[in-house]
């Protein structure tokens, strides 16, 4: 038998060691895509020292029928309700949640709909409005004007595809309308808040159910406005609002009385997750800037409680000559103004722009599967890791105000 020397033993493990580490290298390459922000950067919320601990506080000791409010409001990747979905799954886990939150009548105006929550009815007879058309001059907190022009009451179906469970809608509709109500013998008289009752904003009908469901029919009254409802539940938690429009940017939401009737939802925590559509066409840092501060300021002139927290858009793709497409160097310009005038206004905010890569990581969005063929919106795994990159940022907050919580007592 041949004897091998200490040195080919040597040279074997060495061997065998650099064999597992490549091996290693690619099973880590080969990892979810929900991993991406994990593996290269660390998911943090910048903000001023305990800037969200009066929500923490609210989560953490809620009391009676009280609800905290998370508005989550964008363009279309917030829209679809994917982006947010990871979001609202991390306030239910870890406080509970209050019923699927805001359902805006998106498919009767012929658009898509958050996955979540689904409104169903019959398109024709309605004269349609949207925040995005110059024309809009709506007085809902959704951006979505329904107004009846049939002789005749319309039905709806409001249902929860998540299994979110609720017992109240809160309609919202225009002042004078008559009373809204659900189909059958399934609510109580509907009651009207008269604090609700202005001639400047719109009104509510609270409808409180006599069971938890997960669907049920809403009947709109013959000539009235419909900007939504509210799906809720009695049951203390978090509610968590999911508000998109297609092509929306910062100044689409400085129209007429928006801010103003988001102010009627008492938003708690307002997520911004805009800037794709900023960065499209020619940019400039200082209007972006401007338009950042006029609706940062606008929320906070009528939410006065509320904190904000910023998130800058991911790198997306513009075309170039003879069908090819680059990255878009307007989303760094658009990300660094948002981050920095979200710093002026001593707001909080995430970058996951740089999260993701900054602009280098463009070919891995892509490679990953994250972005889809129009290499602008994401794929159903690009936006569970962009919301789950939020909720980390949020969770970490969350447990730093454990931990002062903790050294206080």
Request: with cysteine; glycine share 10%; net charge positive.
């Given at each position: 038998m041949r004897r091998h020397s200490p040195f080919h033993s040597l040279r074997l493990q060495l061997l065998t060691l650099l064999i597992f580490s490549i091996s290693v290298s690619l099973w880590a390459q080969q990892e979810s895509p929900h991993d991406l922000y994990r593996q290269e950067r660390a998911v943090r919320m910048v903000a001023p020292s305990g800037y969200l601990y009066p929500v923490w506080q609210r989560c953490s000791t809620p009391g009676g029928s009280d609800h905290v409010i998370v508005l989550h409001l964008g363009d279309s990747h917030v829209q679809a309700g994917f982006f947010t979905m990871p979001i609202r799954e991390y306030f239910g886990r870890q406080f509970g949640l209050s019923g699927p939150g805001l359902i805006a009548p998106y498919r009767l105006l012929g658009t898509n709909e958050p996955r979540h929550l689904r409104l169903e009815g019959r398109r024709g007879g309605y004269a349609t409005d949207q925040i995005t058309r110059r024309s809009y001059a709506g007085e809902g907190p959704t951006g979505i004007e329904v107004r009846s022009i049939s002789s005749r009451p319309q039905e709806v179906t409001l249902s929860s595809s998540e299994g979110i469970r609720f017992d109240r809608v809160v309609v919202l509709h225009g002042h004078n309308d008559r009373a809204f109500s659900l189909a059958g013998d399934w609510a109580d008289t509907p009651r009207r808040p008269f604090s609700l009752l202005t001639s400047s904003f719109f009104?509510?009908?609270?409808?409180?159910?006599?069971?938890?469901?997960?669907?049920?029919?809403?009947?709109?009254?013959?000539?009235?406005?419909?900007?939504?409802?509210?799906?809720?539940?009695?049951?203390?938690?978090?509610?968590?609002?999911?508000?998109?429009?297609?092509?929306?940017?910062?100044?689409?939401?400085?129209?007429?009385?928006?801010?103003?009737?988001?102010?009627?939802?008492?938003?708690?925590?307002?997520?911004?997750?805009?800037?794709?559509?900023?960065?499209?066409?020619?940019?400039?840092?200082?209007?972006?800037?401007?338009?950042?501060?006029?609706?940062?300021?606008?929320?906070?002139?009528?939410?006065?409680?509320?904190?904000?927290?910023?998130?800058?858009?991911?790198?997306?793709?513009?075309?170039?000559?003879?069908?090819?497409?680059?990255?878009?160097?307007?989303?760094?310009?658009?990300?660094?103004?948002?981050?920095?005038?979200?710093?002026?206004?001593?707001?909080?905010?995430?970058?996951?722009?740089?999260?993701?890569?900054?602009?280098?990581?463009?070919?891995?969005?892509?490679?990953?599967?994250?972005?889809?063929?129009?290499?602008?919106?994401?794929?159903?795994?690009?936006?569970?890791?962009?919301?789950?990159?939020?909720?980390?940022?949020?969770?970490?907050?969350?447990?730093?105000?454990?931990?002062?919580?903790?050294?206080?007592?």
């Open positions: 009104e509510t009908d609270t409808l409180d159910l006599k069971s938890s469901v997960t669907s049920t029919k809403l009947v709109i009254p013959a000539g009235a406005t419909f900007y939504g409802a509210s799906l809720e539940s009695r049951t203390p938690g978090v509610t968590v609002h999911t508000l998109g429009h297609n092509g929306a940017t910062y100044q689409t939401y400085l129209k007429d009385h928006f801010t103003g009737s988001v102010s009627k939802l008492k938003p708690d925590l307002i997520i911004i997750s805009l800037g794709t559509n900023d960065a499209m066409g020619r940019v400039s840092s200082s209007a972006v800037r401007s338009s950042v501060r006029c609706l940062v300021d606008q929320l906070r002139r009528n939410c006065p409680e509320v904190r904000i927290v910023l998130s800058t858009p991911l790198i997306s793709y513009v075309s170039r000559r003879r069908g090819r497409t680059a990255p878009n160097p307007n989303v760094k310009l658009v990300s660094h103004a948002i981050t920095e005038e979200a710093k002026a206004l001593g707001v909080g905010y995430i970058d996951t722009f740089e999260i993701f890569g900054g602009e280098s990581g463009a070919d891995r969005l892509v490679s990953d599967g994250l972005l889809r063929g129009d290499r602008i919106h994401l794929t159903t795994e690009g936006y569970k890791a962009l919301g789950n990159s939020i909720a980390d940022a949020l969770a970490k907050d969350y447990k730093r105000y454990l931990g002062s919580r903790a050294m206080t007592n």
